[in-house]
């Protein structure tokens, strides 16, 4: 029967049928509406008139002591199972805490932001282990096929290459990688092919090489600070796309990242290393100088960017300002560029395109804005 078959009668939540109902022995039915839910019973009563006051509140009752009865036990359950399992959690708590207080020891003489620090370098540290052992699965292949690799890390003053650099080479096998980071040139560089540096340090067979910069200074930093010609700019420019094809064409494996940190982060840092004992070492002059030169430097690196892309040795653009992020993400791409043996397909090597991204959307980020 539905709603519109009852009249609502006197007495709060208690509605009578319109018509006796031949299902029930030709009895009238009452519905009663309780706790936002309609319940049906039938009366005893063959007349609708026959239903009093008394008798319907005794209905009521005896409907809602049958109600209240089923919620009074579940209450008294759940009041049994909440106590024990309150118990249960001050039992677990406590063993909780007596753990981490035996592994973080006197803990309260460390700033907070200092532990969470530590305690979140531990965590990347695990992310970062499954694809560091891929890395020495991608030597040994190297070394199987007798191939080299060079790996090309750019990009501006604290953008994270030298962190990145460390956390990938940490469980390498040292006897077959090398990791160059060329200083000043000698009087006697200045005289050769601006090549030539770079060639000596290439690898052998087997092999991995590291560049922390490379001949991309001539690219970005030796235009900037004077340190070459307008000419010597632009016949570097015209020429090495074709040297890197050469390079490939030859069996050589080069992969190009560029860290890529915005300016804001940049300054974040310069002021740590500043302000930080432990890194003062790594401020210098010229990093005085980046934020100052921050428009000068992303021209030249647009230039670079646009000129310096091919399909036989692209550039790799990974956003740093999360160093943490932008090391996984250089580890897949160096590992997506070579079918090594014994790939563990389980990982997701898949880039993350919020760090992980295209030149061409680096262009046109730069495009819009300089902070990049």
Same mark, same amino acid.
């Given at each position: 029967?539905?709603?519109?078959?009852?009249?609502?009668?006197?007495?709060?939540?208690?509605?009578?049928? +319109? !018509? $006796?109902?031949? /299902?029930?022995? =030709?009895?009238? @039915?009452?519905?009663? &509406?309780?706790?936002? %839910?309609?319940?049906?019973?039938?009366?005893?009563?063959?007349?609708?008139?026959?239903?009093?006051?008394?008798?319907?509140?005794?209905?009521?009752?005896?409907? +809602? !002591? $049958?109600?209240? /009865?089923?919620? =009074?036990?579940? @209450?008294?359950?759940? &009041?049994?199972?909440? %106590?024990?399992?309150?118990?249960?959690?001050?039992?677990?708590?406590?063993?909780?805490?007596?753990?981490?207080?035996?592994?973080?020891?006197?803990?309260?003489?460390?700033?907070?932001?200092?532990?969470?620090?530590?305690?979140?370098?531990?965590?990347?540290?695990?992310?970062? %282990?499954?694809?560091?052992?891929?890395?020495?699965?991608?030597?040994?292949?190297?070394?199987?096929?007798?191939?080299?690799?060079?790996?090309?890390?750019?990009?501006?003053?604290?953008?994270?290459?030298?962190?990145?650099?460390?956390?990938?080479?940490?469980?390498?096998?040292? %006897?077959?990688?090398?990791?160059?980071?060329?200083?000043?040139?000698?009087?006697?560089?200045?005289?050769?092919?601006?090549?030539?540096?770079?060639?000596?340090?290439?690898?052998?067979?087997?092999?991995?090489?590291?560049?922390?910069?490379?001949?991309?200074?001539?690219?970005?930093?030796?235009?900037?600070?004077?340190?070459?010609?307008?000419?010597?700019?632009?016949?570097?420019?015209?020429?090495?796309?074709?040297?890197?094809?050469?390079?490939?064409?030859?069996?050589?494996?080069?992969?190009?990242?560029?860290?890529?940190?915005?300016?804001?982060?940049?300054?974040?840092?310069?002021?740590?290393?500043?302000?930080?004992?432990?890194?003062?070492?790594?401020?210098?002059?010229?990093?005085?100088?980046?934020?100052?030169?921050?428009?000068?430097?992303?021209?030249?690196?647009?230039?670079?960017?646009?000129?310096?892309?091919?399909?036989?040795?692209?550039?790799?653009?990974?956003?740093?300002?999360?160093?943490?992020?932008?090391?996984?993400?250089?580890?897949?791409?160096?590992?997506?560029?070579?079918?090594?043996?014994?790939?563990?397909?389980?990982?997701?090597?898949?880039?993350?395109?919020?760090?992980?991204?295209?030149?061409?959307?680096?262009?046109?980020?730069?495009?819009?804005?300089?902070?990049?």
């Amino acid at each position: 029967m539905n709603l519109s078959d009852f009249d609502i009668t006197s007495y709060s939540g208690l509605y009578i049928s +319109k !018509d $006796s109902h031949p /299902k029930f022995g =030709k009895k009238y @039915i009452a519905r009663f &509406q309780y706790d936002k %839910k309609r319940y049906v019973k039938v009366l005893g009563y063959e007349k609708r008139d026959k239903l009093t006051l008394d008798s319907a509140n005794r209905l009521m009752e005896n409907f +809602k !002591d $049958s109600i209240l /009865k089923d919620v =009074k036990q579940n @209450i008294k359950i759940t &009041q049994k199972t909440t %106590k024990n399992n309150f118990d249960e959690e001050i039992e677990r708590l406590k063993e909780e805490n007596l753990f981490f207080k035996s592994i973080l020891k006197n803990y309260k003489s460390i700033q907070p932001e200092v532990l969470e620090e530590g305690i979140q370098k531990i965590y990347d540290l695990q992310e970062l %282990k499954p694809y560091q052992i891929e890395l020495i699965k991608l030597q040994d292949w190297l070394e199987k096929e007798n191939k080299r690799m060079i790996i090309i890390f750019e990009g501006r003053d604290a953008s994270g290459k030298g962190g990145a650099i460390r956390r990938i080479t940490r469980y390498m096998n040292n %006897k077959h990688y090398r990791v160059v980071a060329l200083g000043k040139p000698t009087e006697t560089q200045r005289n050769q092919w601006f090549m030539q540096k770079y060639i000596e340090h290439f690898p052998t067979g087997g092999e991995i090489v590291l560049f922390d910069r490379s001949w991309y200074n001539r690219a970005m930093v030796e235009p900037v600070f004077g340190f070459c010609t307008p000419e010597e700019h632009e016949i570097f420019m015209e020429d090495i796309v074709n040297f890197e094809q050469d390079l490939v064409r030859q069996g050589m494996i080069l992969i190009k990242l560029y860290f890529s940190v915005s300016k804001e982060e940049q300054k974040r840092r310069f002021d740590r290393r500043i302000n930080d004992p432990l890194r003062q070492w790594k401020f210098s002059e010229v990093d005085m100088q980046a934020q100052d030169l921050w428009d000068e430097f992303s021209e030249k690196k647009y230039e670079m960017l646009r000129r310096t892309t091919s399909r036989s040795a692209p550039w790799h653009i990974v956003r740093s300002d999360d160093k943490h992020l932008s090391r996984i993400e250089a580890l897949k791409i160096i590992l997506n560029s070579v079918d090594y043996d014994g790939r563990n397909y389980a990982l997701n090597f898949e880039p993350n395109e919020d760090v992980n991204i295209s030149v061409q959307k680096e262009l046109l980020q730069m495009r819009k804005t300089k902070d990049y």
